[in-house]
């Protein structure tokens, strides 16, 4: 029986929940036409490679992908992500330190719900992904966003700044959304440093490893010399995966199992069909990945060109699919400045912009 039209029960609702509400991202994206070009998702357009589809077809077919797997995820996908890590990142992550997840929001929420109690801060880069205030709060957490350089890239002086006897964790995230930028590799040796000596944890946000155009990617993980660091991934952008929902986290032992009680309860396990998918996704062959990166590359080119035609200052992204532009003020009178915007370089086409006109000689930049 349906409750009354219009009639409200008087029960309220967390406070969690309601400190947080839906991203506006989102609802940009739920609220467009089947024609718009949506440059605000980080979602790539490239099929998910064949051989992954396929192996996901192969399970189903043959009925293995009916039933729970492990918690953790089948042995074969553990053993393929660490098998990853050696590959990747020079990283030897026991099976044990290792989590399925559905894709990396779900890793995110796990490390901060593990590590978090009430009231500890959780720094992280701003402007930053969505999720980190968000899922600080649901875990009852202070979120505490941290400016970023000139570059985009999050120093690691102002991290160790904002360290108090209160923090609990701060997020890294290289190649970052929504800037694109990419940590060099003595910051990495400094975010670590910084976890081991404070005695905080690191969550390093890893999704966009593989795709960067400038430097290269390093993982804290790989200069911590405690378990200090935890590590989220996912197939979703490396390999075109983003609806099949497909993360992991790598972490010591210990941190793994505490992680694992949240996961075991809030989800039981991943997708079965997506495991088997991620499996060969991660085994398989990768050349598909280099092909993605390099057609990101050329769309990273078109997108700077013709927002710098427009007179917009961009730094350079090095990696992932977003460019964040500075943004003018053109209203004399305004008190204040939008924020620089972020757009997603994954769908970009060739345009010919036409730049805005100013009603005023004030330009201030933000």
Same mark, same amino acid.
């Given at each position: ?30 609220? =467009? ?20 589809? $396929?192996? &996901?077809?192969? /399970? ?22 660490? %098998? ?7 990283? +030897?992550?026991?099976? #044990?330190?290792?989590? /399925? ?11 901060? !719900? ?23 709060? @649901? ?25 108090? #006897? ?16 990419? $940590? ?10 910084? =976890? ?17 155009? +400038?430097? %290269?990617?390093? *993982?804290?993980? #790989? ?12 197939? *979703? ?48 062959? $990768?050349?598909?990945?280099? !092909?993605?990166?390099? *057609? ?7 997108? @700077? +060109? ?37 757009? *997603?370089?994954?769908? &970009? ?18």
């Amino acid at each position: 029986m349906a409750p009354p039209a219009g009639v409200v029960g008087m029960t309220e609702f967390s406070q969690r929940v309601e400190a947080i509400s839906i991203s506006g991202i989102r609802e940009v994206f739920e609220a =467009a036409g089947e024609d718009a070009i949506n440059l605000g998702l980080g979602q790539p357009d490239f099929p998910t490679p064949e051989h992954a589809r $396929q192996a &996901a077809v192969d /399970a189903i077919e043959a009925g293995e992908a009916d039933a729970y797997t492990s918690n953790r995820g089948t042995p074969e996908l553990v053993d393929a992500i660490a %098998e990853k890590h050696a590959r990747d990142n020079d990283l +030897d992550v026991a099976p #044990e330190g290792i989590i /399925a997840t559905s894709g990396g929001s779900e890793a995110l929420h796990l490390a901060l !719900e593990a590590h978090v109690d009430p009231g500890e801060e959780v720094l992280f880069p701003d402007p930053g992904f969505v999720s980190y205030d968000a899922l600080t709060k @649901l875990a009852g957490g202070e979120p505490v966003g941290l400016p970023l350089r000139e570059d985009l890239t999050l120093d690691p002086a102002t991290v160790e700044e904002h360290i108090t #006897e209160d923090t609990a964790a701060f997020v890294v995230n290289s190649p970052a959304n929504p800037t694109g930028a990419v $940590q060099d590799p003595e910051d990495m040796r400094e975010f670590a440093r910084i =976890a081991d000596e404070h005695d905080v944890l690191c969550v390093s946000d890893e999704v966009y490893e593989h795709i960067v155009f +400038d430097g %290269e990617h390093r *993982s804290p993980m #790989e200069f911590a010399e405690t378990d200090n660091v935890v590590v989220v991934n996912a197939c *979703s952008k490396t390999y075109s995966m983003t609806g099949w929902r497909l993360g992991w986290v790598a972490a010591s032992e210990r941190r793994a199992e505490r992680m694992l009680r949240v996961h075991q309860y809030a989800q039981a396990c991943a997708s079965a069909p997506a495991q088997y998918a991620a499996e060969a996704a991660l085994t398989g062959p $990768q050349g598909v990945v280099d !092909e993605m990166v390099a *057609s990101f590359e050329q769309r990273r080119d078109l997108v @700077l +060109d013709e927002l710098e035609d427009m007179g917009l200052d961009v730094p350079k992204p090095e990696g992932a699919f977003y460019a964040m532009p500075k943004t003018r003020c053109w209203t004399a009178a305004s008190s204040s400045c939008p924020a620089t915007r972020s757009a *997603s370089t994954a769908r &970009a086409t060739r345009a010919s912009p036409t730049p805005p006109t100013p009603n005023s000689s004030a330009r201030r930049w933000t």
